[in-house]
């Protein structure tokens, strides 16, 4: 089956920085996306990552580690906006002619001053 | 970039009754279009792959009479809850295919 497990909630300080783990088992991988989302709202994407290594762009950047199943969401010089809920979805290899993404359960990130 | 316009942003209904929530691809054809159910709190569930000009594609557990998705152009994608109950109550996304997932701005559903 699919499986991707992220930590529940994270805080930090405003200005520090953070890291957020993603672990998947899946099968038929081929990519990874991060996305940001603020409650009530839709999510909003921030990174994908197909190839292993790190993506870096602007505050925000992504690893992948394909062989060990792992990324990670790194946020520099923390802000209060970026309290939301952190995204990390599996694209999946076609099943019937779709990618099929498929989310875990979201990283709730709470920035305090 | 790539837009998707989903309506309508909330709405309320009766329970018994049936609601139709639109999604469509602004600024690119969509041939595949992914509708999700949050939870509060939760993740994004996918509910079903909606795929222009044929059957959409459920998940397991969601009911295929309940939930009907049409998908009859490329640029429209349409979610229709029906008989709705307060269980039914939740936040509807959809999303496609671009450069990534692009999604909607969501539909919150109270059933009452």
């Known amino acids: 089956g699919q499986n991707i497990d992220q930590p529940t909630e994270m805080t930090a300080t405003e200005g520090a920085i953070v890291q957020i783990n993603c672990t998947y088992q899946t099968s038929g991988f081929n990519g990874l996306f991060w996305y940001q989302q603020h409650a009530g709202e839709a999510p909003t994407f921030l990174s994908y990552?197909?190839?292993?290594g790190l993506e870096e762009k602007g505050r925000f950047s992504s690893f992948l580690s394909r062989s060990k199943g792992y990324s990670y969401l790194l946020l520099k010089e923390l802000q209060m906006k970026d309290s939301a809920s952190y995204l990390c979805a599996a694209r999946l290899l076609p099943s019937g002619g779709s990618y099929i993404p498929t989310f875990g359960r979201g990283t709730s990130l709470i920035v305090h001053p | 970039g790539a837009v998707v316009s989903q309506h309508p942003s909330w709405v309320i209904c009766k329970s018994g009754t049936s609601v139709k929530i639109e999604c469509r691809s602004l600024?690119?054809?969509?041939?595949?279009m992914f509708w999700y159910r949050q939870f509060p709190k939760q993740s994004l569930m996918l509910m079903a792959t909606?795929?222009?000009?044929?059957?959409?594609?459920?998940e397991q557990g969601v009911e295929k009479d309940k939930f009907l998705i049409n998908h009859a152009s490329l640029t429209l994608s349409t979610l229709t809850v029906t008989s709705a109950h307060p269980e039914d109550s939740s936040f509807y996304i959809c999303s496609a295919s671009w450069a990534g997932y692009t999604f909607g701005s969501g539909t919150r559903l109270t059933v009452v």
């Open positions: 600024d690119f054809q969509a041939t595949t």
């Open positions: 909606s795929n222009e000009g044929s059957k959409a594609t459920y």
């Open positions: 990552n197909v190839l292993d």
